[in-house]
């Protein structure tokens, strides 16, 4: 594997990565948005390897990978963990190359997904579903890994796997006419990272690099941070596709040799940009795959700028619409959950009704009578007209003496409640 001084993936090694992955992963297109570039001034244009067959980048650096084993490798099968995109993607390569692979998939993965896996790999995969998180999953693909010899293949730290994701870049540089100011894209391990941070920095250092994490899951952020590579405790894993506890040993040197700086994104604003591409552009992303324009707004004057936002992927499973409907209402202020304590006594719903604005809407409302009481709690959903409708209804709420705790900020309590 051929290295620069400085550690980087070479671009020779990039090329040859394009080379073995002609026919197999699509040379995505990179096309301007109006909207976006209307709305920053600027000339974005969005990467679009959501429209990968299967939906991803991921098939790029499994493919590569795979291709670069010997014989008896190949004879002896693969095995990776993944419960999304780089399953998905080492199904399709085993299939493609006729490699036996097993993939460990934790049980709560959702069925669509598992039909994927299924779907792409056909007779050359078998999909174990095993332990109730990715960490459990990956324990016991290790396991199975060294017991029966079989190659790992790493969904993000491996050389040939960050090769692979590297023709990304290079992609990008061949189909823009003009010099790019500024390179956007999700973290998550950091193979696409590295791969790109790889062949921008050889072939277009002038660019900027710019990475986006969700804020619950800042694995790359906090590491570059503390300049060592950490391990967060717990992580959101709403954003699948990017939601890391550790980033890669291969990865990390890269990625903060080569990116200016790592933004954070709170998952509720990638859940409104989930929904602005759907209702305005068309585009159905996923959420790690929203998160390079949902960082659009925190980079400061974007104005005149050729900016590149990578869509990383669009495999968004449709039963997850309302909870991003939620997540996004949530976000931007308009959503609102309390538990509210209501006089046991007819007419005391009509008298709260009073305390909403005009456009104010219940949307969620919880009542058992209980017996012998005074008062009774209630779980109360309300949906604003306008989020500086808030504070107003906080203070309607105390002129009427009325006991309540809102949930928003309590997720432990929100979680079991919501």
Do not use: W
């Not at 291969?250 to 409104?272: M, N, W, Y």
């Not at 929904?275 to 996923?286: F, P, R, T």
């Amino acid at each position: 594997m051929t290295r620069t001084d400085t550690g980087l993936i070479s671009v020779e090694e990039v090329i040859k990565a394009r080379h073995k992955l002609r026919g197999i992963a699509l040379e995505t297109p990179l096309m301007r948005s109006t909207r976006l570039s209307n709305l920053y001034g600027a000339e974005v244009y969005l990467k679009r390897e959501d429209l990968q067959e299967v939906r991803s980048y991921k098939i790029r650096g499994s493919y590569n990978k795979m291709s670069s084993l010997s014989q008896e490798e190949r004879e002896r099968g693969v095995v990776c963990a993944s419960a999304g995109n780089h399953a998905q993607g080492l199904a399709y390569a085993c299939k493609a190359m006729r490699v036996r692979g097993t993939i460990f998939m934790p049980v709560v993965t959702p069925a669509q997904k598992v039909r994927k896996v299924r779907m792409f790999g056909g007779d050359y995969v078998d999909v174990v579903l095993t332990g109730d998180t990715y960490d459990d999953a990956y324990a016991e693909s290790m396991r199975v890994a060294a017991e029966r010899g079989l190659t790992y293949v790493h969904p993000f730290d491996d050389l040939k796997t960050i090769a692979g994701q590297g023709t990304v870049g290079l992609e990008i540089l061949d189909a823009s006419a003009e010099p790019i100011d500024m390179v956007v894209l999700a973290v998550g391990g950091g193979g696409l990272s590295a791969g790109i941070g790889s062949v921008f920095r050889q072939l277009s250092p002038h660019t900027e690099l710019i990475g986006v994490e969700p804020s619950g899951a800042p694995a790359m952020y906090e590491s570059i941070r503390q300049g060592r590579i950490v391990t967060l405790e717990t992580i959101d894993s709403f954003v699948d596709g990017a939601a890391v506890r550790r980033v890669g040993t291969h990865t990390f040197p890269i990625v903060a040799e080569t990116f200016s700086r790592i933004e954070l994104v709170d998952e509720g604003k990638v859940c409104g940009v989930m929904l602005d591409l759907y209702n305005e552009d068309g585009l159905v992303v996923e959420p790690a795959g929203a998160l390079s324009i949902a960082v659009l707004d925190q980079l400061g004057d974007l104005s005149g700028k050729r900016v590149v936002c990578i869509v990383s992927g669009g495999n968004n499973d449709i039963t997850r619409t309302p909870e991003i409907q939620e997540r996004a209402l949530m976000y931007a202020g308009l959503k609102h959950y309390f538990i509210v304590e209501f006089p046991q006594r007819s007419g005391a719903l009509r008298d709260f009704l009073d305390v909403l604005g005009p456009d104010d809407d219940i949307t969620h409302f919880e009542y058992t009578k209980k017996h012998n009481r005074a008062m009774g709690p209630a779980l109360v959903g309300i949906q604003l007209g306008r989020r500086g409708d808030f504070e107003e209804l906080l203070a309607r709420m105390e002129a009427r003496k009325m006991r309540f705790e809102h949930l928003n900020d309590q997720p432990i309590l929100f979680e079991m409640l919501i």
